[in-house]
């Protein structure tokens, strides 16, 4: 994964396509994630549990390396 890269490298072959996302900054602990970028809702509850939820990954100049 290459964070802020809209291409891969040269010889690098693209294997998925997506977001980096992670929990809201009050939810510690549950790390980043990548989300497909056409993902699909899982029809198969309509609790709303209200764990985690997920939100886009926002970069800031010098945050990364």
């Given at each position: 994964m290459i964070p802020g890269r809209t291409s891969c490298y040269n010889r690098w072959t693209k294997e998925y396509?997506?977001?980096l996302m992670a929990e809201d900054?009050?939810?510690h602990g549950?790390?980043?994630?990548?989300?497909?970028r056409n993902a699909e809702a899982l029809h198969s509850?309509?609790?709303d549990l209200n764990g985690a939820l997920?939100?886009?990954v926002e970069?800031?100049?010098?945050?990364?390396?």
């Open positions: 396509q997506g977001y900054y009050q939810h549950k790390g980043y994630g990548c989300m497909d509850s309509f609790a997920f939100f886009n970069g800031r100049c010098g945050s990364l390396k």
